[in-house]
């Protein structure tokens, strides 16, 4: 059993286990090394990779915010994380433990997966697919999801992964932003004991944009088996297109700075951000931070992340950090409650997992079933937990390392952003204690401060804004087809300093170490996935009976943050009271997706406003909390406060 320490302010810490840190792949000396010769540093990470033609310049920042990392190398990302293990005599090796939410399991090697990929390849090459293109991938967590991601990396055609719980509406305006040619999909996925379809919300979404739309073909995926609507002149199944396609695919070598992929992630506007991650520093960075922050052993782990593959986690930490490192993962499909309450835990006791990455909303929902469930399974294989997504708070901290992690695990805590690209602020397992709620210190290579509003460092024991410091491999090259925006958004809060502002709160404490506070803009987070205010409050408005809606997250024992809405109706017919509420509901859930569904919907006579006219959504967030509201003088009529509260 680890010791138990107090920190100076009295915190528990927990430091790394002596085995642990006696083998482990990253010691203190990586701190001095990247402080002392930073470029030099992260030359040597992106070593780890295979470059088809070596770079000679590591960073060029001369146009900054705008960075080239490597630029003149050039490499393959799909070659780097599949072909050459397969060239190592790796082949055999498991890459994935794949489980469907049925119970159905494939195992599929490196040498199948570089089969596959390379099918995917020709088959995307025969549509018509290439170098520049951009592809639309919605997809259920099933192989063939990490097969077309790495299919386009290889042919140099740029994917953008839409989350499968997404709407069509959603689907729609990413596939329109990017003007996607192809869009990969399948009949639908397993969730919660059945069936669920994915390809009518495509159809759906290429219906909305009509004769707009930019995709030439969707390729199909068959995957429950229901039926679903064909139209032969576009779509095409992938068992025919990839199956019958050759094996065999020479990797072309693309510049280190060619777009990979585009993420779209909410803002604090209404419209979601492309989020652009280019080749080669991106692949440096998130394979570095997997090795590190997991103390990856490739040849001995059995690594799993439970994020889906829609989400920026998804990308850095199942596909390409920890293939680029060649380690052997679990992949599941499904809810953890499907069949039953323990599926997780059955799943790391029948794969012997070592590795396991989870969120925060996830170990709070275990706590409610209770520590009965996963007592009853054998979880003696896993030597190392970590989190992402939001602040762990100390009680569900203590709870993964004590029940999932037998008081024996390192917990790390990983904060990073879809715009960062890799981890950016987390212990290293081998180096840094662990105390429960604190992502601690950056890691080695990444300059992260705590300022105020000036921009000043916090003294210890303060808390202010989180800004990173220094440019990072993986960071984000621009927002897609909006660079102003990419620069007001990120580079402008703190523009005399050159620094990134991260939209968070955080703490230093006495120790010099990093609480995560939560955001300070218009963004909520709601089980790990970020959500903007203002794209839910357009989408209550755009249905009929709603004249006005302010939106804000409130605090929520398990999910975190919860949407709580207030909204001002438009007289009219219809659904009123709780069916109205419903219908609203639904609403946002058909025009974003189901996480965006309100917990809460109130009809309000008023929303409370400054002279200026914008809402006040703090005193909003502190009637939802059930605070008391305070100080209202600044409203422009203080008593739409008491019409709230009775609402
Ligand atoms: O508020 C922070 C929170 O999630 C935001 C980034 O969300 P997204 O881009 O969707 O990426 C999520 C997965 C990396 C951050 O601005 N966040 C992420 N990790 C943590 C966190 N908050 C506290 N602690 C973390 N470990």
Redesign the pocket.
């Known amino acids: 059993m680890t010791e138990k320490l107090l920190s100076t302010d009295h915190q528990i810490r927990f430091d790394p286990p002596a085995d642990l840190a006696a083998a482990a792949n990253v010691t203190a000396e990586a701190y001095a090394r990247a402080a002392s010769d930073l470029e030099g540093f992260w030359a040597e990470q992106a070593e780890r990779l295979t470059w088809a033609e070596p770079f000679t310049e590591v960073l060029d920042w001369s146009d900054a915010p705008r960075a080239r990392w490597f630029a003149d190398g050039k490499l393959n990302a799909a070659y780097n994380c599949v072909d050459r293990h397969v060239e190592a005599g790796r082949g055999d090796q498991v890459a994935f433990h794949f489980v469907g939410e049925p119970g159905d399991t494939r195992d599929i090697t490196y040498a199948d997966l570089k089969d596959e990929v390379c099918r995917a390849a020709n088959a995307l090459t025969a549509l018509g697919v290439g170098s520049g293109d951009l592809v639309a991938i919605y997809l259920p967590m099933i192989p063939e999801a990490i097969v077309a991601m790495l299919a386009c990396a290889r042919i140099g055609a740029t994917h953008t992964v839409v989350f499968g719980g997404f709407s069509a509406e959603a689907l729609a305006s990413r596939i329109e932003d990017c003007r996607a040619k192809l869009v990969i999909t399948s009949d639908g996925g397993y969730r919660r004991g059945g069936p669920s379809a994915l390809k009518p919300a495509v159809d759906a979404a290429l219906a909305r944009l009509g004769s707009q739309s930019p995709v030439d073909h969707v390729l199909v995926v068959r995957r429950t088996g229901e039926y679903v609507p064909f139209d032969d002149a576009t779509d095409l199944w992938w068992h025919d297109a990839v199956d019958s396609a050759s094996p065999e695919h020479i990797p072309e070598a693309f510049d280190a700075e060619h777009p990979l992929y585009v993420m779209y992630?909410?803002g604090t506007t209404g419209k979601p951000k492309g989020i652009l991650h280019t080749t080669g520093g991106y692949l440096t960075g998130a394979a570095y931070t997997h090795h590190a922050v997991f103390d990856l052993k490739p040849d001995t782990d059995v690594y799993w992340c439970t994020?889906d593959i829609g989400?920026?986690?998804g990308h850095s930490y199942i596909v390409y950090g920890p293939l680029a490192n060649g380690v052997t993962q679990v992949l599941y499909e499904g809810t953890p409650d499907s069949p039953h309450r323990g599926r997780w835990w059955e799943i790391i006791e029948k794969y012997g997992v070592t590795l396991f990455y989870t969120a925060?909303t996830a170990i709070r929902t275990f706590m409610k079933w209770g520590r009965e469930i996963p007592d009853e399974y054998d979880l003696t294989s896993l030597r190392l937990l970590g989190?992402?997504?939001?602040?762990?708070n100390p009680e569900a901290y203590l709870w993964y390392r004590d029940v999932i992690g037998g008081d024996r695990c390192p917990v790390v805590?990983?904060?990073?952003?879809?715009?960062?690209g890799q981890?950016m602020?987390?212990p290293l397992p081998g180096v840094t204690a662990g105390k429960p709620g604190s992502?601690m210190r950056p890691l080695p290579g990444i300059g992260a401060d705590v300022v105020d509003e000036e921009g000043r460092s916090v003294p210890n024991g303060s808390s202010g804004y989180l800004v990173l410091t220094k440019p990072w491999p993986a960071m984000l090259r621009t927002l897609w087809q909006d660079d102003d925006r990419f620069v007001e958004t990120y580079w402008t809060r703190f523009a005399d300093l050159g620094y990134y502002f991260?939209?968070?709160g955080a703490k230093r404490d006495e120790d010099g170490d990093i609480w995560?506070l939560?955001?300070v803009d218009d963004?909520m987070?709601v089980s790990?996935?970020?959500l903007s205010t203002s794209e839910i409050e357009s989408a209550l408005v755009s249905h009929p009976r709603v004249a006005e809606a302010a939106v804000v997250g409130a605090a929520d024992e398990t999910t975190g943050q919860a949407v709580v809405a207030y909204v001002i109706l438009r007289s009219g017919d219809g659904n009123t009271g709780e069916a109205l509420v419903q219908e609203l509901r639904n609403h946002v859930a058909r025009e974003i997706g189901a996480i965006a569904k309100p917990r809460q919907i109130t009809i309000v006579p008023e929303l409370p406003k400054t002279r200026s006219g914008k809402i006040m959504r703090r005193l909003l967030r502190d009637v939802a909390e059930g605070r008391d509201v305070g100080d209202t003088t600044t409203l422009s009529d203080p008593s739409v406060m008491a019409l709230i509260a009775e609402g």
């Open positions: 992630s909410s994020a989400w920026v986690t925060p989190s992402v997504g939001e602040p762990i805590d990983t904060w990073w952003q879809t715009e960062t981890m602020i987390s992502a991260a939209g968070d995560i939560g955001r963004v987070n790990g996935h970020r």
